[in-house]
């Protein structure tokens, strides 16, 4: 008995399209460092014009162009050796509102080696990127101007390709001043003063990161409204304010670095101040879902995790802040609602 042809992929074949993951992720850098999907903005190329002035070989590149079609990243018609841009090929360009090539550049050129070493971590805890550079990955990056850029570039990234339905969420009526904890050169809440012309704010990060945003600020108009200042979450951020948010930041921590962050939060906060988190909430959230991913880049590259539901409402509530919901939004982030509870040494009576 002969069994009849399937266009379904065996479950080997599945897995082995799986396991080669880390081929494609070099193959799709590649292209991105070379900047194809911008060469191809205007229309279809042939290869040895494509490569006209990269260096790349085009036998080469073509056989990686080939490959890179059967993902949907870009087409390629052998007869007349065209390349075009294919479905998914628009978001390795670099001046689309989707764009996620400062991201390829990102994890190929920091979080690719590191993840190498994730047997190592699954036995010992320590982060892969953390045994790789010897030091705590944002330590590292501190030392690199260049990757610091990178960083902020991806995150920028991220933020219009994931968060920016989270950033639309938030619901700012009533809130007069605004703490973005970890809020990178300002790129979120620059959107959100332009958004929101009563807000006034500050956006709190490491100062070599946070030196990014009076341009930025000033590019966006909201300079007069919106304050840069550089510190460490763990020490102390800016007091005051009726409102903080942290973008993608708690994520990156483990549960006891994470209450420290939100201890001092605590500390400087108005009395029945609101706390927005912007984060993933583990099996919630538009499908498909990416928490699972980031998970793994929390564990390889920081002491960082994604948490259910009910691992946020025991970290907020033993740093004495009171979840009060979780909206869904129209991308995969969620936003995590809060309030700070008053503690007997505000020497103020409850505020909520
Ligand atoms: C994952 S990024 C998120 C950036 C931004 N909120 C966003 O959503 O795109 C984490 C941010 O935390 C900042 N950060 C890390 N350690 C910090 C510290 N000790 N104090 C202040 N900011 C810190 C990083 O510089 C980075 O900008």
Known sequence: MTTPPTTAPTPAVSMLRLLGGFQISQALYVTARAGIADRLAAGPRTVPELTEGTGLRPELLRRLLRTLAAEGVF????????VSLGALGHTLRTDVPESVRNVA?????THYRPFAGLWGTLHDGIPAAEAELGMPFFDWLAKDPAGVATFSGAMGDLMRAVRADALAALELDGVRTLVDIGGADGTALAELAVRNPQLRGTVFDLPHVVAAAPGLLRGRGVEDRIAAVGGDFFTAVP???????ACFILHDWNDEQAARILGRIHEAAAPGARLF??????GEGTPPEIATLLDLTMMGMLHGRERTRGDWRSLLGGADFRLDRIRETGG???????TRLPRPEDGHGPTT
């Open 332 to 338: 995969p982030m969620c936003v995590v609602e809060a």
């Open 277 to 282: 988190l912007v984060e993933t909430v583990l």
């Open 239 to 245: 007091s005051g304010a009726d409102c903080y948010l």
């Open 75 to 82: 087409g390629y018609d052998e007869t007349s050796d065209g």
């Open 105 to 109: 550049l990102m994890w190929m050129e």
